[in-house]
């Protein structure tokens, strides 16, 4: 935006400002509103070739840069010919077009992002931003980085209780219930909850995190999913990128990162608050992984298997973020 | 009575860029937090068992058709985060290096001088104090809401990765409690919108053309204005030309503000 002083036309640009014709010494740094780009940019020779004559033709020596100044200036007008009501008027035009203009730019920008083709239940550019969420944040995310526990008394004997898919009871036996799992060598492996329970166990009461924003101290015992891959000597298989779950009847699933399921923290648990895990808390095992939030903790887990491709994910379908890491 | 109308820089052109972009960036974070506040929508304001408002009621959430959209309201406050992050920062980097915190940041005076601002808005007090550029209640709200637009980023951060960055989620009293400030913070920006806008009316045409033409005018007199006296095109008819009369660049004005380049 060019700032520029009511000058009168009969002085020259350079010398009336500097020396004011007031009776105020100038100050160390004078109040002198800023000269515009257009016009600091123009040579004193150039300014000099319009002294008196406001609407004075064109200079006749030619120099390409100066046919695109006459240009700018004749379609501008230039400030120290106008009278301050049309500097103030020129001034505010061009300032109110230009934000007009930038304005609309954004009115129209909003509407061609939010009516954008979906990726995943989300408009395509937002998808790529929460990606690119992923890429920023999966740095901070550290084996050294343990989510708070509690002792055991500050978790609620209440424990919350959300979202059904795969849940169905209909048609699910926990006494024939096995953990499924797709190895490398596709023999796979075929385990009991006795099994598990036969591996080292963790227990913590951490505060469990809910998409939909509320939070619960919780307690959960299991084995450390970095225990059961080393027990199970799965590290080919946990040397892909992501570990793919599913529920017994396929209807839930999810998809987690390698460095999240390897965390110290991820537990395949199969105890809440020192008791077997109950059916309706996803009994006989559960994923509880507290760097994610609780969408990805699935219940009921059935398959196991790896990838380096994302495995489905039914958040991630219905529009939500992939990663969930907190 | 010699009168003179000249134009002087008020706002930078920076600091204007940044002004309206951070607006509709601050109402998609706005929008698109209440889809995310509507999935577990706790807080209220109660004293005992005796609840005064809860936040929202449902005929809110209808209006402004809120529910159900989680998904959406992540997926754009976690996108424009950035925005808003990377334009408050270069806003308070700028205002550091060009030196344009010193009409910002309050002093001393800016106190006194806000509660004065305050009694000549309730028409208690007649004149206004002499201010350059802002005065001390704007001083003060200005400050206040950088601050503000910090704790958001903060206690955002504090909710977005409460495990990885669980030092900054404890030291806002953990993760529920982070939740209520970032909650609180972005109602404090919906009344200070209600209010500067009001004052923004109120003040004028001249002022908010400055935030968009970046000038301001002022009138040099022989006999100086009342101190506070605030002059705009409209209670000033007095119809100066520029070819007429020679403009004293330098002197005295009410706003005295250096150049911007």
């Not at chain 2, 999935?39 to 529910?67: E, Q």
């Not at chain 2, 409690?177 to 001249?206: D, E, K, M, P, S």
Request: glycine fraction near 6%; charged fraction near 15%.
């Amino acid at each position: 935006m060019s700032e520029t002083p009511q000058i009168p036309p009969a002085d020259n640009t350079p010398q009336s400002s500097q020396t004011p014709t007031s009776s105020v010494p100038p100050a160390p740094q004078p109040p002198q509103p800023g000269v515009s780009a257009q016009q600091a940019s123009i040579p004193p020779a150039s300014a000099d070739a319009t002294p008196s004559q406001p609407a004075a033709p064109a200079p006749k020596s030619h120099h390409p840069l100066s046919t695109t100044r006459r240009v700018l200036r004749r379609a501008f007008g230039k400030d120290e010919q106008l009278t301050i009501e049309q500097q103030i008027k020129r001034r505010t035009l061009i300032s109110f077009s230009v934000f007009a203009i930038l304005g609309a730019a954004a009115w129209k920008s909003w509407f061609l992002l939010k009516n954008q083709p979906h990726d995943n239940g989300v408009p395509k550019l937002l998808r790529k931003g929460l990606d690119a969420d992923q890429k920023v944040f999966k740095h901070t995310l550290s084996p050294d980085h343990l989510v708070p526990t509690y002792p055991r008394s500050l978790a609620s004997t209440h424990t919350r209780r959300n979202g059904d898919a795969g849940m169905n009871p209909k048609g699910f036996d926990p006494q024939a219930w096995k953990l499924q799992v797709t190895t490398a060598d596709n023999r796979g492996l075929s385990l009991g909850i006795d099994e598990l329970r036969q591996l080292p166990k963790t227990e913590f009461a951490f505060e469990f995190k809910c998409i939909e924003g509320w939070s619960q101290i919780s307690h959960w015992g299991g084995v450390k999913f970095s225990d059961f891959i080393k027990n199970y000597n799965l590290e080919k298989e946990a040397a892909m990128q992501y570990v793919g779950l599913n529920t017994p009847d396929k209807q839930y699933y999810v998809g987690i990162d390698m460095p999240s399921a390897l965390h110290p923290q991820t537990l395949l648990c199969y105890e809440m608050n020192g008791q077997p895990l109950p059916i309706d808390h996803g009994g006989p095992l559960r994923l509880i992984i507290p760097v994610k939030y609780g969408v990805k903790n699935l219940k009921r887990i059935s398959n196991m298997f790896f990838s380096n491709e994302r495995p489905p994910d039914y958040w991630f379908e219905r529009g939500y973020d992939y990663y969930c890491g907190l | 009575m010699k009168v003179s109308k000249k134009i002087v820089a008020k706002h930078p052109l920076a600091i204007r860029w940044m002004h309206w972009i951070n607006f509709p960036v601050l109402a998609v974070m706005i929008w698109s937090g209440m889809l995310i506040y509507w999935a577990n929508d706790v807080f209220s304001i109660h004293a005992g068992n005796k609840t005064y408002f809860h936040f929202f009621p449902d005929s809110f959430y209808k209006a402004l058709n809120i529910s159900y959209r989680l998904a959406e309201g992540m997926a754009f406050h976690f996108v424009f985060m950035w925005i808003f992050f990377v334009n408050g920062l270069i806003y308070v980097l700028y205002t550091i290096f060009s030196g344009e915190w010193r009409y910002l940041f309050p002093d001393r005076h800016s106190f006194k001088e806000a509660w004065l601002t305050v009694l000549h808005d309730l028409h208690i007090r007649k004149t206004a104090p002499p201010q350059v550029k802002y005065n001390g209640a704007q001083k003060i709200a200005y400050s206040a809401i950088i601050v503000m637009g910090l704790g958001s980023v903060l206690t955002g951060l504090a909710i977005y990765k409460p495990v990885q960055i669980h030092w900054m989620t404890s030291l806002f009293g953990g993760y529920g409690n982070a939740r209520v400030i970032h909650f609180i913070l972005t109602i404090g920006y919906c009344l200070f919108f209600l209010i500067h806008v009001f004052q923004v009316i109120l003040a004028g045409w001249n002022n908010f053309r400055a935030m968009v033409a970046g000038f301001d005018i002022v009138y040099d007199k022989q006999d100086p204005p009342a101190a506070g006296d605030n002059p705009s095109p409209d209670n000033n008819p007095v119809p100066v030309t520029g070819g007429s009369q020679q403009s004293p660049v330098n002197a005295p004005l009410i706003h005295q503000i250096p150049s911007h380049e």
